[in-house]
């Protein structure tokens, strides 16, 4: 399976930006991780089917991650952006009964102060 990740760019604080990510095959768990400059990469919002979407703390009421009704697709919408969640933002999937991580290619996305 490989994912391909569209979206990002650069926005103003308080503005959105959507991310859209397709999969190449059937997955579970789609969802998306971030890197800031300097910092780890952390899990932003997760969502796996049958189940409740999963977001970070830093980001609940703000992003929301969901899922196409073909299951090999995932938007995260972003709104009220801060300049704190700058990063790289990854793409990632598992197949059902594999517990290896799945990573598409990372897209920037810059809020401005």
């Known amino acids: 399976v490989q994912l391909q990740a569209y979206g990002g760019g650069l926005v103003q604080a308080g503005g959105s930006l959507r991310l859209s990510c397709v999969a190449s095959g059937i997955v579970e768990v789609m969802g998306w991780h971030r890197q800031a400059p300097g910092k780890q990469r952390e899990s932003v919002a997760i969502?796996?089917?049958?189940?409740?979407?999963k977001y970070d703390d830093s980001v609940k009421g703000r992003f929301t991650v969901s899922r196409g009704n073909a299951k090999n697709t995932v938007t995260l919408q972003m709104n009220s952006l801060i300049p704190e969640d700058t990063g790289v933002y990854y793409c990632?999937?598992?197949?059902?009964?594999?517990?290896?991580?799945?990573w598409g290619q990372g897209t920037q996305v810059t809020v401005s102060s």
């Open positions: 990632m999937a598992r197949k059902r009964g594999h517990p290896a991580t799945i």
């Open positions: 969502l796996k089917d049958g189940d409740t979407d």
